[in-house]
């Protein structure tokens, strides 16, 4: 049975290496595209410096930081952003899921799904109306999982080299 709970510190080397070999759809798809991986290339030590942002935020309020685990494996995890919006709009925050991940094993079996589920009630309990994210346009299984949590497309982001 999974369980979903707050990251702790001993969870962090596990995290760090998930972000590394089951986020590999993501950084499969810069490989497909120069600009793009040239713009999110990894500077050496970037294992470091995730580790350390990860053990700065696990305490932070602005952050919402969670793990699924069976028994005692972590099978997925989540960091998501409570951001400000711009003063313009009626909702002065959002949530931002800045990463979703599943181990390669667990993908299809409802783990992504429940940490979705995690974030909107903890979302909820903020007062907060909105989730956001960004994906591959050409991820189409992350993009058809969003859409089956009735997640829409607002905006496309776009990358260009210049020198």
């Not at 903020?126 to 960004?134: A, P, S, Y």
């Not at 009735?150 to 210049?162: A, G, L, N, P, R």
Request: proline share 1%; hydrophobic share 40%.
């Amino acid at each position: 049975m999974i369980r979903i709970r707050k990251v702790s510190k001993e969870d962090i080397e596990t995290i760090v290496e998930m972000w590394r070999k089951d986020l590999i759809d993501y950084h499969l798809c810069l490989k497909r595209h120069p600009v793009i991986a040239s713009y999110w290339s990894f500077v050496p030590g970037v294992d470091k410096i995730a580790r350390a942002h990860m053990k700065r935020i696990l305490n932070s309020k602005k952050y919402i930081f969670l793990v699924a685990v069976e028994g005692k494996k972590i099978v997925g995890y989540t960091k998501v952003i409570i951001k400000k919006r711009w003063r313009g709009f009626s909702d002065k925050k959002e949530v931002y899921i800045d990463e979703l991940a599943v181990k390669t094993g667990y993908r299809g079996k409802g783990v992504g799904s429940r940490l979705l589920k995690e974030i909107e009630k903890r979302a909820k309990k903020l007062g907060i109306k909105f989730l956001t994210l960004e994906a591959d346009v050409e991820n189409l299984k992350t993009l058809k999982f969003y859409k089956k949590h009735k997640f829409e497309k607002y905006h496309v982001q776009m990358v260009k080299e210049v020198g």
